[in-house]
T-cell receptor
Framework: AQKITQTQPGMFVQEKEAVTLDCTYDTSDPSYGLFWYKQPSSGEMIFLIY??????QNATEGRYSLNFQKARKSANLVISASQLGDSAMYFCAMRGGLSGGYNKLIFGAGTRLAVHP | DAGVTQSPTHLIKTRGQQVTLRCSPKSGHDTVSWYQQALGQGPQFIFQYYEEEERQRGNFPDRFSGHQFPNYSSELNVNALLLGDSALYLC??????????????FGPGTRLTVL
């Protein structure tokens, strides 16, 4: 069965510092996609970044980058130059292939990030 | 460019009642997925609609049903409400053939409280 594990319930970082949020996944599908979402207290899930299982390079989107280590089945999110507005819940998610269901996203339990001034 | 919209934002019902939640997808999107997010947990997939048909379903009972309209908007219906149905219900839209891995874009959610 497909599974996403986020082992850090909470993290805090100083403003302007970089922070890494951990995510490991489990799947038997050779084709899958990995996503990170941000959920502020308002509740809306905001798409941040995507990494495909066959992508050769790590994905980057502005201050966000995804450290994809396929052999270790990890997909950590790196946020550079943290800002106060980055304080939120962060979810790692996976979209599976044939066995896992191409259509649905499977989410981890999330990591709450607090950015301190 | 309007994002995903959901209505209502909040809803209070009593056990045994029925509820309908509504979702309008982002412009250019044709696929709608519904998720249930209990407090302190990650979202759980309920089902996905494309071309007005349910394409995939998560581990939810038949009390949860849905519909997609020709304009791609969607409804989630829950019958015989239980206390455990209290949650944030998130709608997500995506384009069937799209870049970024067909990323799903979420609406603000509907907070359902069952008393």
């Amino acid at each position: 069965a497909q599974k996403i594990t986020q082992t850090q319930p909470g993290m805090f970082v100083q403003e302007k510092e970089a922070v890494t949020l951990d995510c490991t996944y489990d799947t038997s599908d050779p084709s899958y996609g990995l996503f990170w979402y941000k959920q502020p207290s308002s509740g809306e899930m905001i798409f941040l970044i995507y990494q495909g299982s066959y992508d050769q390079q790590n994905a980057t989107e502005g201050r966000y980058s995804l450290n994809f280590q396929k052999a270790r089945k990890s997909a950590n999110l790196v946020i550079s130059a943290s800002q106060l507005g980055d304080s939120a819940m962060y979810f790692c998610a996976m979209r599976g292939g044939l066995s896992g269901g191409y259509n649905k996203l499977i989410f981890g339990a999330g990591t709450r990030l607090a950015v301190h001034p | 460019d309007a994002g995903v919209t959901q209505s209502p934002t909040h809803l209070i019902k009593t056990r045994g009642q029925q509820v309908t939640l509504r979702c309008s997808p982002k412009s250019g999107h044709d696929t709608v997925s519904w998720y249930q997010q209990a407090l302190g947990q990650g979202p759980q997939f309920i089902f996905q609609y494309y071309e007005e048909e349910e394409r995939q379903r998560g581990n939810f009972p038949d009390r949860f049903s849905g519909h997609q309209f020709p304009n791609y908007s969607s409804e989630l219906n829950v019958n015989a409400l239980l206390l455990g149905d209290s949650a944030l219900y998130l709608c997500a839209s995506s384009a069937r053939l799209a870049g970024r891995g067909g990323a799903q874009y979420f609406g603000p959610g509907t907070r359902l409280t069952v008393l």
